[in-house]
């Protein structure tokens, strides 16, 4: 009887044991915050729960960076982090928050968009907590995230997930996707009080322009494009040829379907009057057919798998030996950024919105993405914000 119980207080132990060591690196990570040093163009920091009072004091709250022209002009947001596994996106608008000086307009940029996702991860797939970029004052560290919301934030999950206001039914997993829970409401779902946060800013601030920054599988047909509804379709594919003719990248232009409820480049359109963009940036890390998921493969995109796989015609992008690097992606993100808001200006000229001293597709393949963040120690007091 005593060895028995010896026995089953021993497994407790160990089992307790484990629990602590596999959790510890979660709640550390959960914990992890980026600092982000203010650039010249940052007025100010909001916060989503300013427009969105359903997530104060939740995780879901987020920084809002306010960057301010001298004149007047029209307005623009840029997400990032809609899906925390798709750095590209993340990194792109940092650079912008660290870099931009905005000579007209106004530009929001919200470089964590689903916050919980970015403090989440996906164990079964073995991803790295973390990943890191050389700069030139030592190394940066940033969170690794997922695509969706954590279940700790929101939970329980739906059998089916019935999208606010069309009652179109989705997968469950998408009640904590904040590219399907457009346009939102108040009182609904966490992931609906995000997305209802950003919508209110978009209507009450009178935003021209919302871009949504992604990246996606090279095996997926919606890869390295612009998105984007009948409205914003002029604009897209002007964006598309300019950066091809100057830049020499290609990103081709995709409809924004119709009847696919809750996505941004659709429900923002359609509850707004605002442009929506969705760019998606080729992302090999995310495809199904990889070796391990490491660090080296998200940074660097190089994949033997995918190699094999673009031989036999079945990825939907160019890929070779250098595989799809991150200062590519980014770099691509930050030249449609500019060329959307130029090509907007353009047709728009009262409402025009400048940036200057953010870098393009040619500068970040030249001088890679760590160059473009600041040493957060060497930084004026007061402008440093924990992301
Ligand atoms: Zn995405």
């Known amino acids: 009887m005593k060895r028995e119980v010896l026995t089953k207080a021993g497994l407790a132990v160990l089992a307790a044991a484990l629990i602590v060591a596999g959790g510890l690196p979660l709640l550390r990570h959960r914990r992890f915050d980026v600092p982000v040093v203010m650039g010249p163009g940052v007025a100010r920091v909001e916060r989503l729960s300013a427009y969105a009072p359903g997530v104060a004091r939740t995780i879901a709250d987020t920084n809002v960076f306010v960057l301010e022209g001298r004149e007047p002009g029209g307005k623009a947001v840029l997400l990032a982090n809609t899906h925390a596994n798709e750095p590209e996106g993340l990194l792109a608008a940092l650079v912008v928050v660290e870099n931009a000086v ?223 690097p991150l200062e590519k992606r980014v770099g691509q993100h930050l030249s449609l950024i500019l060329e959307i808001l130029r090509q907007f200006g353009k047709k728009n000229p009262e409402r025009s919105i400048v940036l200057k001293d953010v870098p393009r597709y040619a500068d970040l393949v030249r001088n890679g993405v760590g160059r473009y963040f600041h040493d957060p120690a060497a930084a004026p007091k007061g402008r440093v914000v924990m992301e």
Not at 237 to 258: C, D
């Open 102 to 324: 905005v000579e007209k307009g106004t530009v929001y940029v919200i470089p964590t968009f689903n916050a919980s996702g970015g403090r989440n991860t996906k164990p079964g797939d073995g991803y790295p907590l973390y990943f890191h970029l050389q700069t030139d004052w030592g190394t940066k560290t940033f969170r690794m995230g997922n695509r969706d919301a954590s279940p700790l934030d929101q939970w329980p999950d739906p059998d089916v997930y019935i999208h606010y206001p069309d009652r179109q039914l989705l997968s469950y997993i998408d009640a904590r996707n904040t590219n399907r829970t457009w346009p939102g409401r108040p009182n609904g779902l966490l992931m609906e009080r995000v997305t209802y946060g950003a919508m209110e800013l978009i209507r009450r601030e009178a935003v021209d322009v919302a871009i949504d920054i992604h990246g996606a599988e090279t095996m997926f047909p919606v890869t390295n494009c612009i998105v984007a509804p009948e409205k914003s379709m002029r604009i897209a594919t002007l964006a598309a040829l300019t950066v091809k003719a100057a830049e020499g990248f290609e990103s081709h232009v995709e409809p924004s379907p119709v009847s696919f409820r809750g996505l941004s480049h659709r429900e923002i359109g359609d509850h707004a009057s605002a442009l929506p963009f969705l760019l998606e940036a080729p992302t090999p890390f995310l495809d199904q057919p990889t070796g391990p998921k490491t660090e080296k493969l998200l940074l660097d995109g190089r994949d033997p798998f995918l190699l094999s796989l673009a031989k036999k015609k079945m990825l939907f992008v160019p890929y070779d030996e250098s595989g799809w």
